[in-house]
């Protein structure tokens, strides 16, 4: 059942109007005045307002709005004895619904209200779709301490206006850090606005963050808001800052100092009001030792530090979220022992990412309701251990005590494992293997011969 509040400080209104609606089977609650309106839309869950514009205390336009702010759910209607035009359309722009000149008319009454609360049904529907839609996207998964730690740092700083740097390798979840510190904070109604600055030119970087007025540059044939001024009352998400121009940065700087922006080949200064959050899979700190970034920027930047581990890190959120991707895509799929032995060996390069793909991968070519080591690193196209970035396979480990030999013998036998490891890697090619340890073929035969390691015969040398 519907609850409708009427306001309105004639009696007479409130008694006629109240049966009106409670012979239609509405739950009615009455107010004399806007203010006591208020404490009953705090108290009672109101689907839909009656308000009068002409009351003692607080006016019903000014009530209108701060209704709409603080109650953006409940359907408003605004009933006047003293209606103009004017007063209509300022009220249907502060939000609300109709406006019903008094004598009110019964039928129009009864089909006002009908209509108001099939509108806010719709409302709360849209608003409900959309917020299931984006929670999705920025629900971060992990049971490990490692995520749990970013989870609990994400929710302390989210409250705050603090500038936040994100940091963490290719695809360890960077962006949906962002959004779910978006989502957190106060601005969470605001926008949510990304700048990948590795991805625009050097020379357009400045009228994406700034804007330009017509005419700033050749190619600017009208005006264009830039991404701060887009993001005024949210959260602006700065991407791969590390790959921002000298000059870039400099301005980002001076907007952070002074909270203002001027368009290029603009004269006026605009007001914002941005939180920046930033990410970055480089060492901030040594590209300003070697000048590439400046300091008092990384510096202004770098209020809240958040480092997202990379999943080799945290090997037990990696079932979970293959899991959760692949329920994602209407599957479920048993893993097998050997399986997650499998998953929590490999190293990940590409991070969750690269975890996603996999389950995209399995969606579209596995068929089967549980899945082993073997079909993994099939689909994977890769051999648990063995990572791009060069990493040596788990199964071999150095052996016990190098550490306490002396020099030469560790050397020896570190560069017996080395060379071991990288023959097979490469084939068992003498010269792919030396040319990717940058030393030559002949050098190498010589080092083989030396540790006695032997080519595996079926690999020719080409
Ligand atoms: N903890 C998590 N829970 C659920 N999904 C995640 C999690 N972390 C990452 N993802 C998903 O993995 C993918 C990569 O994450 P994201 O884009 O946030 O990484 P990134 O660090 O910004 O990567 P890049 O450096 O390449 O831009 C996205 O599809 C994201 O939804
Ligand atoms: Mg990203």
Redesign the pocket.
């Known amino acids: 059942m519907a609850a409708i509040l009427i306001i309105d400080d004639e009696p007479g209104i409130r008694l006629t109007l109240g049966s009106i609606l409670e012979d239609e089977k509405y739950k009615v609650f009455t107010a004399e005045d806007a203010l006591l309106g208020l404490e009953l839309l705090n108290k009672e869950k109101i689907n839909l307002v009656f308000l009068d514009v002409l009351l003692p205390r607080l006016g019903g336009m000014e009530a209108l709005e701060q209704m709409r702010r603080d109650f953006p759910a409940v359907e408003m209607v605004m009933i006047s004895g003293h209606a103009n035009v004017d007063m209509a359309v300022r009220a249907v722009k502060l939000g609300a619904f109709d406006f019903l000149e008094k004598p009110l008319s019964l039928d129009k009454v009864l089909t006002v209200c009908r209509n108001a609360l099939v509108m806010q049904k719709l409302r709360e529907e849209n608003r409900s779709l959309k917020k299931s839609a984006y929670l999705s996207?920025?629900?971060?998964?992990?049971t490990s301490a490692a995520?749990k730690a970013v989870r609990e740092m994400v929710k302390q700083a989210a409250v705050s206006d603090a500038r936040i740097l994100?940091t963490?390798?290719?695809?360890?979840?960077?962006?949906?850090?962002?959004?779910a510190i978006h989502l957190g904070s106060s601005r969470a109604d605001g926008p949510f606005v990304e700048v990948?600055c590795a991805a625009i030119p050097e020379t357009l970087i400045e009228s994406e963050l700034f804007g330009h007025e017509k005419g700033a540059f050749t190619d600017a044939v009208s005006s264009r808001k830039g991404r701060f001024e887009i993001a005024h009352g949210g959260t602006l998400f700065l991407?791969?800052i590390g790959d921002m121009s000298p000059s870039a940065q400099a301005k980002v700087l001076r907007v952070i100092q002074e909270q203002k922006i001027e368009r290029l080949g603009g004269e006026k200064t605009i007001d914002t009001d941005v939180r920046i959050v930033a990410?970055t899979?480089k060492n901030l700190e040594k590209a300003c030792e070697e000048g590439r970034f400046r300091q008092d920027l990384l510096f202004r930047l770098n209020v809240i530090p958040i480092r997202?581990p990379p999943l080799r890190e945290r090997p037990e959120?990696i079932p979970l979220?293959l899991c959760?991707?692949l329920k994602n895509l209407g599957m479920e799929l048993e893993l097998e022992v050997d399986a997650q032995g499998f998953l929590a060996a490999y190293e990940w390069p590409?991070?969750?990412?690269e975890?996603?793909n996999l389950a995209e991968r399995i969606a579209v070519m596995y068929r089967g309701s549980s899945i082993n080591a073997a079909a993994l690193e099939d689909l994977l196209g890769k051999k648990s251990g063995e990572s791009p970035a060069g990493g040596r396979p788990g199964k071999d480990p150095l052996p016990q005590g190098i550490f306490d030999r002396n020099f030469n013998d560790a050397r020896d036998c570190f560069e017996k494992h080395y060379l071991e490891f990288q023959l097979s890697k490469n084939g068992g090619i003498i010269s792919r293997t030396a040319e990717a340890i940058g030393i030559y073929p002949s050098n190498l035969h010589a080092k083989l011969r030396k540790h006695q390691i032997t080519i595996p015969s079926t690999k020719e040398e080409r």
């Open positions: 996207q920025v629900e971060i998964i992990g995520i994100l963490g390798e290719n695809g360890a979840g960077k962006e949906v850090i962002a959004r990948n991407d791969e990410a899979n997202i959120d979220l959760h991707f590409g991070n969750v990412r975890l996603k």
